[in-house]
C-alpha cells in the first residue's frame, strides 16, 4: 500500500492552523491541561499530561507535523522538550503504556519499509500508521473532511490515563 502523498506545504499550513486554532476555540484542550508551542508553520508541540492511578501526574510533547495534511493525518512524534528530539526509551519522555488498546501502539524501533528503524506513534490517525505495513478497517481510516488534528490528539490523551498509562519508562 503506497503512503501519503506530501501535501502542498503552504495550504497544509493553513488548514492545519486553523484546525487547531478552531480545536483551541473550544476550550477543552486548555481544560485538559494541553499546551501548545508552535516549532514553524508545518510543526507543532502539543503538550498533554498523564495521569497515574496514583494521581501523580507527568507531562509528555508530541511533534504534529502537517507535511501530508489533511488528505492523511498529521505525522505523530513523541520528542522531549527543548530539542524536540525523538524521545529515547527508556526514559523519562516516553510512557509505559500497559495494558496497551489494541487500537494503539508505541515503538521506540520501528522497522520502516524504507528499511531504517525509527520511532513510530502507532494509530491510524497518525501518517506513519500508513507509511508502513498496517492496514486499518475502513472504520478507523483518516477520512479527509470529518478527521481533524483533533482526532489526532484525542488518542495518545486517552492512552496517558488509567488504566493504560503507568508511568515513565526512565
Known sequence: ???????????????????????WAT??????????????PLHMVFKLPARQASGQVDFYYFRL??????ASPPTVALVTPISWDFAPAPSRWFPIIDPRPG????HPAYMYPDG?????????????YYMTNHSPQESERW????????????????????????????
Open 1 to 23: 500500500m503506497p503512503g501519503p502523498t506530501p501535501a502542498d506545504p503552504e495550504v497544509a499550513a493553513k488548514t492545519f492552523q486553523e484546525h487547531i486554532d478552531r480545536l
Open 27 to 40: 476550550g477543552r484542550p486548555t481544560r485538559r491541561g494541553w499546551e501548545r508551542t508552535r516549532i514553524d
Open 65 to 70: 507535523g502537517a507535511e501530508y495534511y489533511d
Open 103 to 106: 487500537w494503539f501502539g508505541l
Open 116 to 128: 531504517q528503524a525509527r520511532q513510530m506513534v502507532c494509530f491510524s490517525f497518525a501518517a506513519e
Open 143 to 170: 477520512q479527509q473532511g470529518r478527521h481533524t488534528v483533533a482526532a489526532t490528539l484525542n488518542r495518545p490523551a486517552e492512552v496517558l490515563g488509567p488504566p493504560y498509562y503507568q508511568k515513565p519508562s526512565e
